[in-house]
């Protein structure tokens, strides 16, 4: 699946516009693999995105959908009153503190008729039959794990195999169970530790995913154990990205410090700490999607009027050292040629 990738690179799934046709056709065309990220589009918004990936690259790509969690029950409502002042900020109102599956049922059965080839899990894994029935239109599953019970619970129901996403990773954490605790600095795993931990547990092909932005990173996991390289924030500043302005221009300043908060999402993700994680990271509530939709009307308000302080700006530990910007296929040489090198340094090293 991944192991004849010519660039054992995985451009992942970035929900909220990063991802686009475009990026995912651009990493098939250079020899790498990239997914679109069906979080958040509905269904006929994923397929239109299908169908015009297939028309550029044919049938080298992925989709990533959001695995339902369990509902919330805690109340929202003393977090919507505190973010109602920056809602005014942006002359908007919080949106409804809802929760929703985000057309999950709807989202499965168009990638399961459209024969997608490859069909990623982040937030759990998926029913054994929904793997079934994924296996049975010919699709390879992939679910990401954070730790070996997870990479363990995957595997039971069937997965093909496991992106192992370490701590230093943008964007939300893959975790099946949200704990709070967790979350606060409990068993958080850096990636080279979680790729050593679950592959003593699994005999699954592994993809490696978390702060990954040079060649050197990639050579460094590929000997590790993993068969791939899953980058998001390297291709955050791609030509092809969808990457919104305010986001973009944040990341090349390379300013400011990363970290995990619940404030946008009510899931712990990591993104460039701004006035909004600052200001609201404490009260916000463990309740995804919820606070999603909560602030949902806050970032788009924010994002409109070009100020990068209410919006989830998320990123890598590793983010300033991204190249960019640049065409994807670009990034995805450069990362070869890096890789290489740094394959024969090392080997230097051992002679």
């Given amino acids: 699946m991944f192991d004849s990738l010519r660039v054992p690179v995985v451009v992942a799934p970035m929900a909220g516009g990063p991802s686009t046709p475009e990026l995912v056709s651009a990493a098939a065309h250079a020899g790498a693999f990239g997914f679109l990220a069906g979080g958040y589009l509905s269904a006929a918004g994923l397929a239109g995105q299908i169908a015009t990936t297939r028309e550029r690259c044919g049938d080298t790509f992925g989709v990533n959908l959001f695995v339902p969690g369990i509902r919330s029950t805690v109340d929202v409502r003393p977090y919507a009153e505190r973010i109602g002042a920056e809602a005014r900020r942006y002359g908007c109102e919080p949106g409804a503190a809802r929760w929703d599956d985000d057309a999950y049922a709807a989202k499965l059965d168009l990638v399961v008729a459209e024969r ?50 370490g701590f230093e990773a943008g964007g939300h954490r893959g975790l099946f169970n949200d704990d709070p605790a967790i979350a606060a600095g409990g068993e958080l795993c850096g990636l080279l530790a979680a790729l050593r931990l679950i592959s003593a547990v699994t005999d699954l092909p592994l993809i ?27 291709f955050l500043l791609a030509d092809e990205a969808g990457t919104n302005p305010v986001q973009r221009r944040a990341l090349a300043e390379g300013a400011r410090p990363t970290a995990f908060t619940r404030a946008f999402s009510g899931r712990p993700a990591r993104g460039l700490v701004n006035r909004f994680l600052r200001e609201y990271s404490v009260p916000a509530p463990a309740a995804y999607p919820q606070v999603n939709n909560l602030t949902r009307p806050i970032r788009a308000a924010a994002a409109a009027a070009g100020d990068p302080e209410s919006m989830s700006l998320w990123a890598g530990q590793t983010y300033p050292l991204a190249h960019g910007p640049a065409p994807a296929a670009e990034i995805i040489m450069m990362l070869r040629e890096q890789a290489v090198e740094a394959l024969r340094q090392g080997a230097g090293r051992f002679a």
């Avoid at 029913?127 to 019970?149: F, M, N």
């Fill in 116 to 165: 997608v080839p490859v069909v990623s899990f982040t937030f759990g894994a998926p029913l054994a039959a929904d793997i079934e029935r994924l296996h049975a239109a010919g699709s390879a599953v992939v679910v990401t794990v954070t730790s070996p019970a997870e990479a363990q619970q995957a595997a039971a129901v069937g997965a093909d195999a496991l992106c192992v996403q």
């Fill in 208 to 234: 490696a995913a978390g702060g990954l932005v040079h060649g050197a990173d990639v050579a460094a996991v590929v000997v590790a154990g993993a068969v791939a390289a899953q980058l998001g924030t390297a």
